[in-house]
């Protein structure tokens, strides 16, 4: 990454499209909240603002480029429709511009996208939208919208690497300085293809250039933070589908050369650290978020010591979480922060044997949630997974040594994940 000395700003998304653009979205999107967050605030020792886009219209900050980029196109382009790609996100926003604008639109979006999502898209565009699932990935789903749109003609709608796009995005930037009455140190930017951080990252640095900027990523899904390293954009092989708010396989062309200049840092922060955070704000602040939308906020763990004293702001970039995803969210959560371990154990065959396990190797306040024989047939034969709750981390070693003390059969799942994934 550039520092922000290093770079020129005609290659930045310029300042007035992303002042346009604050003017076309005026009565079409929600100024959304600068809100002082008394909680966080006290656990970093500093001041933390949170851009509250989770309460945008379409419940993320993606309306604002989506709707920037189909407003701008022309009479012709508005009459042939318009395709796009999105995991999710930027299928409400374009879907809700295409039934603002009685235009339609074909949108393709992954299988895994949430129902909840895909439910909102056609709830936003009526029947000025056609969902096509296709794919398993963003990426998947993005070249069929390509396809679509070499067949059709149709004017696509790039969910990121957009400069229109990008200076729609921008305008959140344009919200946060204008609704702060104070200078600010520090900006956190969730990034998946890196749109947001782009026009975010943009506004700043030419109206705030001493702000630092700093982009957040999940680590199961480094796009961006692949591509900074190696100087160049980089496809990922595989990633982790978890926060299907920025787990993209590439980021833009454009996105990245803007955010190699504009960022001061790019964070990664784990999943199931995003799980808990995602737990705590609703817990804490009943403020509720999708993966994408709690990157920011558990990202500050990182950079604590750098923030005290200061003023920040976190992005909370959308709040379309399914609630069926609840019970998978607790469970990164717990295995994250060491409270809940699953073990492949080989009972003795002989009367007694689980009993005495739960007698003599549980601790008072561990707890089994999860017991399943890995064979279908004579079972009782097999080893048998277990998941054990515990309260406090430091649990686990007081209950390996009582299964070691006992001579219990166990292997520990956690740390192997080619067979936690094959049993779990």
Request: glycine share 8%; aromatic share 8%; proline share 4%.
């Amino acid at each position: 990454m550039s520092t922000q000395t290093e770079s020129t700003a005609h290659t930045w998304v310029s300042l007035a499209d992303v002042l346009a653009a604050g003017e076309r979205l005026k009565g079409v999107v929600t100024r959304t909240p600068l809100m002082f967050n008394p909680t966080l605030s006290e656990r970093y020792q500093c001041e933390v603002f949170l851009k509250r886009e989770d309460l945008q219209i379409v419940r993320s900050y993606k309306l604002r480029g989506a709707y920037n980029r189909i407003s701008g196109l022309s009479q012709e382009e508005q009459e042939k429709g318009i395709v796009c790609a999105s995991a999710g996100n930027h299928a409400q926003g374009v879907a809700y511009a295409c039934q603002k604008l009685g235009i339609q639109g074909f949108i393709y979006m992954p299988v895994t996208t949430p129902k909840q999502k895909i439910q909102k898209v056609r709830k936003f565009g009526k029947e000025w939208v056609d969902v096509r699932l296709v794919g398993d990935t963003f990426d998947e789903a993005y070249a069929a919208a390509c396809e679509c749109k070499e067949e059709t003609g149709m004017a696509f709608v790039h969910p990121f690497d957009d400069e229109a796009v990008m200076a729609g995005q921008g305008t959140v930037g344009m919200e946060i300085l204008a609704d702060s009455h104070s200078k600010i140190d520090c900006v956190l930017m969730p990034i998946g293809g890196g749109g947001l951080a782009s026009g975010v990252g943009s506004y700043f640095r030419h109206l705030s250039p001493h702000t630092r900027l700093i982009g957040v990523e999940p680590a199961g899904a480094p796009a961006m933070g692949q591509s900074l390293k190696s100087g160049k954009v980089e496809t990922l092989q595989a990633i982790d589908k978890f926060v299907d708010g920025a787990a993209v396989m590439r980021v833009g062309n454009r996105t990245f050369d803007i955010c190699r200049q504009v960022l001061d840092d790019l964070l990664l922060v784990p999943e199931g650290k995003i799980c808990t955070t995602i737990l705590d704000l609703y817990n804490e602040d009943a403020i509720v978020v999708e993966p994408a939308g709690a990157l920011t906020v558990a990202a500050l763990d990182q950079i604590k010591d750098q923030i005290v004293g200061k003023k920040v702001v976190c992005v909370v970039s959308g709040g379309n979480n399914d609630i069926m995803r609840m019970e998978e969210i607790k469970e990164r959560s717990m295995l994250y922060e060491g409270l809940k371990h699953y073990f492949m154990i080989r009972f003795p065959q002989r009367a007694g044997a689980l009993r005495e396990f739960l007698t003599q190797v549980l601790g008072e306040s561990d707890d089994i949630t999860h017991f399943e024989y890995t064979k279908k047939h004579n079972r009782e034969n097999g080893p048998a997974v277990v998941g054990i709750e515990v309260q406090d981390p430091k649990d686990l070693q007081g209950l390996i040594d009582r299964m070691k003390e006992f001579k219990v059969d166990f292997k520990l799942l956690n740390d192997k994940p080619t067979l936690f994934e094959l049993l779990v």
